[in-house]
């Protein structure tokens, strides 16, 4: 044999391109999800510098009005469509069927066509900073979306029909995935909450999407065809747009937060060394908040005047109440645990410790005759932040660092990580909470400039202090990943010695993650692998991976 | 090297093909049916759209526009609407007798069904592009008319969408049932088409009620 020439190295790195591009495994699209959306959160977090340093000072000083009203909405969705929400997909991606004991996702092929039609969407949001931007805010309000004359906006209407349909498509693979693939003896309620919350998110992502899509091609068909669904002066309804939005909008914002509950409810149990305390109340509470989610949309719009205030008032509290239960089962969890503060459990009590915050300003807000007071003012943008940032941020990185030797059989380094955490815990709360001062002060969201006298130029400094700490904080995070790739894959099949079922194949997993499955009798399987001696000391050199040799 | 003890082996095969253990929905039936659980939301966005511009509407239907209602001056009145919702309606019994065919294993009968279901589909997407010709020409009726042409092309054209992408799906299983691809244990294609044939005809059933009949 070998008798045929190796190929030159070139034509191996382009087969390595061609590789990635028409891969249909579930860990490459993953990486490629996690890869692309940080590229995106890059691009969204410069325009928030550039949001945070024209409103350090009074004055308009770098850009002009015209190009702040497109650079905040471009941010939000930015950060929303293109960061938050494929970056929980791409985690989803990669380790909902290592969790479940599946080989891939449920439909490989529908998998690759939602990354694909994605980072298109995302392409052509993006490029409608070449038309004249997008000066819509990321709520579209009608008539201003309807009618603002740039080319820009058609592209970002466009881009968001494209990446909805990439999520609807996602949602639909994680539901069949979830509900079809799961390892024999692994029951619903023996999920990982991780899978749960994939679960009950690609729900929402089913039922809210398409709502939003329908309004979006009608935003469409109102800019470029004289449609008037938003026109009052057709018979159309601008306040329509509103319900159509937030109909989808609030789902949306748990579509956000969810997963994020399910990555911290991953690592607290791990580095508390307990299982997590209440599980069957998370699973309810998650499904709460998700049935919930779709009846408080026009809580958005007290000030429109055309909603049932006491409806949305009462069920917007009542989402507290699964919430808060989650809060307590976190910390019960923690209770006389044996804690250990490596980075992915910092930075899951700082999610804890900072979305209390957000979800008690968001309480606030429920309060009718509060929120006609600080509707649309700097407390709203201090809230969506606090959940957002301190939320979603925060329980990303976290899983960042507790599924990166999973992901690169590397450890990420510890010292750099901790020192980040602190920077972007001060900065966070430096950047926002001078923000709430402001909005109870009255300072209006999504204004370029304020007067000198108004008193808000301290606060104001303030805040864009904190933006660029959390900058620094992200360069620290991208030098950690850059270093620690270069080092040698040491990590480990299991770092964390954790219980889910991810940890029981190599770092990284081979294609197909297993060649057999332990029997799952619990939600933490590898757990009971590990202790089914005695409940005590772990087994050594338990794997099931390939490379472990032929099975007996 | 010793296995874990009882562990399970796990077969790639059979596990892309049916999932985890051999009970239960097909998992691309399964897909089929969680998309058109999205889809029934994008047409509900729709309706709801709809009812709320027709309940805040001081004149509905507005004014000039009975061409397209029971006492239509238009060339045809419901007529054309009363004759394309009935070929449609049809559609979805041959559509459901392929099905039959094809799960007791007559191959024959299913291309049958398929064909006859393919031509009525057509046949649909034909008049119904032909009532637009004569909404544009005839009534000078377009999407720019008012919220009420807005309204009227936006969900009957994307209701046509879906059925233009049932015809494609027909035709697809069509051409694979004349390769002789399927049997009655294995036919999910089939299965999915039909699932999303009938869908695409319930939302015609109350597109034609809301639009022509209840208005």
């Known amino acids: 044999m070998a008798s045929t020439p190796l190929p030159p190295a070139q034509s191996y790195r382009r087969a390595a391109v061609y590789d990635w591009i028409t891969t249909v495994d579930h860990k490459k699209i993953g990486i490629m999800y996690v890869v692309s959306s940080f590229v995106f959160f890059l691009i969204g977090g410069l325009l928030a510098l550039v949001i945070r340093t024209e409103l350090a000072a009074p004055g308009l000083q770098f850009v002009s009005e015209a190009t702040y009203n497109s650079i905040f909405g471009l941010h939000a969705i930015n950060m929303i469509f293109l960061f938050v929400m494929p970056m929980l997909t791409g985690l989803g991606n990669y380790i909902v069927p290592l969790q479940v004991g599946a080989a891939d996702m449920a439909f490989p092929r529908v998998n690759a066509l939602s990354f694909w039609v994605f980072i298109t969407g995302g392409l052509l949001i993006e490029s409608s900073f070449l038309f004249g931007g997008a000066p819509v805010g990321w709520t579209m309000y009608a008539p201003l979306s309807t009618q603002a004359p740039e080319t820009g906006v058609n592209l970002l209407v466009l881009g968001l029909i494209m990446t909805g349909i990439s999520s609807i498509l996602g949602a639909i693979n994680f539901l069949v995935t979830l509900f079809r693939l799961r390892a024999p003896g692994m029951g619903l309620l023996r999920m990982p909450m991780f899978c749960w919350t994939q679960l009950v998110t690609s729900v929402l992502l089913l039922f809210s999407i398409p709502v939003v899509t329908a309004g979006l091609i009608m935003i ?10 938003f026109e009052p002066s057709l018979g159309g309804n601008p306040i ?5 939005f937030w109909f989808f909008g609030h789902p949306e914002v ?50 429109t005047g055309a909603v049932y205030l006491p409806f949305f008032s009462f069920f917007t509290f009542l989402i507290a109440v699964p919430t808060g239960i989650k809060f ?47 509707q649309d003012t700097y407390w709203v943008v201090s809230h969506i932040h606090y959940v957002l940032v301190a939320g979603s941020l925060f329980a990303i990185l976290a899983a960042l660092f507790y599924w990166f030797p999973k992901m690169s059989g590397r450890k990420l380094d510890e010292r750099l990580g901790k020192a980040q955490f602190w920077l972007l815990f001060v900065g966070t709360n430096v950047t926002f909470f001078p923000q709430h001062m402001l ?19 301290e606060l104001n400094f303030t805040s864009s202090v904190g933006a660029f700490m959390i900058a620094g904080a992200v360069l620290m995070f991208m030098w950690n990943v850059f270093a620690t790739m270069r080092g040698p894959a040491d990590a480990g099949d299991d770092p964390w010695d954790a219980n889910t079922l991810e940890w029981a194949t190599t770092s990284p997993p081979p294609v197909y993650n297993f060649d057999h499955l332990p029997p799952v009798r619990s939600e933490r399987p590898l757990f009971d692998l590990k202790h089914r001696d005695d409940g005590h000391a772990p087994v050594a050199a338990i794997s099931l991976s390939v490379t472990e040799g032929p099975v007996q | 090297m010793t296995a874990p003890v009882d562990s399970l082996t796990t077969d790639h095969g059979s596990e892309n093909d049916s999932g985890h253990g051999s009970k239960g929905m097909d998992i691309a039936l399964m897909g089929m049916l969680l998309f058109i659980a999205s889809e029934i939301m994008f047409f509900a966005a729709l309706f709801g759209v709809y009812f ?54 007559d191959r024959t009968g299913m291309n049958r069904g398929l064909a006859v279901t393919l031509g009525l589909g057509i046949v649909f997407m034909c008049l119904m592009l032909f009532e637009y010709l004569l909404l544009v020409t005839h009534d000078d009726f377009g999407i720019n008319s008012g919220v009420y042409g807005s309204l009227f092309y936006v969900m009957t054209g994307f209701h046509g969408a879906h059925v233009l992408g049932g015809i494609i799906g027909i035709a697809v299983v069509l051409a694979r049932g004349m390769r002789g691809q399927f049997s009655a244990e294995h036919h999910v294609a089939v299965e999915a088409v039909h699932y999303y044939w009938h869908f695409v005809d319930v939302v015609w059933v109350f597109l034609f009620l809301t639009i022509y009949v209840l208005r």
């Open chain 1, 328 to 374: 307590f089962n976190w910390l019960a969890t923690m209770w006389g645990g044996k804690l250990t503060f490596d980075t992915p459990m910092l930075y899951a009590c700082g999610f804890i410790a900072l979305f209390l915050i957000g979800g008690l300003d968001g309480a606030f807000l429920a309060v009718v005759p509060f929120d006609f007071m600080v």
């Open chain 1, 439 to 457: 909005g109870l002060d009255g300072m209006i969201r999504r204004i370029a400039d304020y007067s000198a006298n108004a008193g808000w130029t």
């Open chain 2, 52 to 105: 709320n511009v027709r309940a805040t509407a001081a004149v509905w239907p507005p004014e000039g526009t009975e061409f397209i209602s029971w006492q239509g001056s238009g060339l045809f009145g419901l007529g054309l609407a009363v004759l394309i919702t009935i070929i449609l309606v049809s559609s979805s019994f041959t559509m459901q007798w392929a099905t039959d065919k094809i799960r007791k294993g």
């Open chain 1, 254 to 303: 748990y579509i956000l937060i969810l997963p994020a509950f399910g990555i911290v409810s991953e690592i607290i149990p791990v580095f508390s060394r307990k299982p997590l305390f209440g599980y069957r109340a998370f699973v309810i509470a998650t499904a709460s908040i998700g049935a919930l989610g779709f009846t408080v949309w026009a809580h958005h719009m007290f000030t």
């Open chain 1, 240 to 244: 329509l747009w509103q319900h159509v």
């Open chain 1, 220 to 229: 469409f068909i109102d800019r470029n065809y004289g449609g008037g669904f």
